[in-house]
């Protein structure tokens, strides 16, 4: 059974930062890509940003220039460093990775992120 645990939601102020980590149960050598997607209430879950094995990163469009995606082989686990946040931006956040070897996607649960004055 494959776990991811997310960690680094809460209640930030706009315009503050927060990290969101994730660790994985597979190996390193088992996964592909590793990202974050987000729901908001009434909305469609959004990609938010992914990172491949070489490290290639994509984000969307609306948070460019604000978040950054990275990963930690050695302890198999994504990160999402979310700066100048924004009241848009609260959501639930979950975080994938992609089986190297099977292309099947694992979630964990969603850490909720709350940009509120």
């Known amino acids: 059974q494959v776990q991811l645990v997310e960690s680094g939601g809460g209640l930030v102020q706009p315009g503050g930062s927060l990290r969101l980590s994730c660790a994985a149960s597979?190996?390193?050598?088992?996964?592909?890509?590793m990202g974050w997607y987000r729901q908001a209430p009434g909305k469609q879950r959004e990609l938010v940003a992914v990172i491949s094995r070489s490290d290639t990163t994509n984000y969307s469009d609306s948070v460019k220039g604000r978040f950054t995606i990275s990963r930690d082989n050695a302890k198999n686990t994504v990160y999402l460093q979310m700066n100048s946040l924004k009241p848009e931006d609260t959501a639930v956040y979950l975080c994938?990775?992609?089986?190297?070897?099977?292309?099947?996607?694992?979630w964990g649960k969603g850490t909720l992120v709350t940009v509120s004055s």
């Open positions: 597979l190996s390193v050598s088992s996964i592909n890509d």
């Open positions: 994938y990775v992609r089986g190297r070897w099977n292309g099947v996607d694992y």
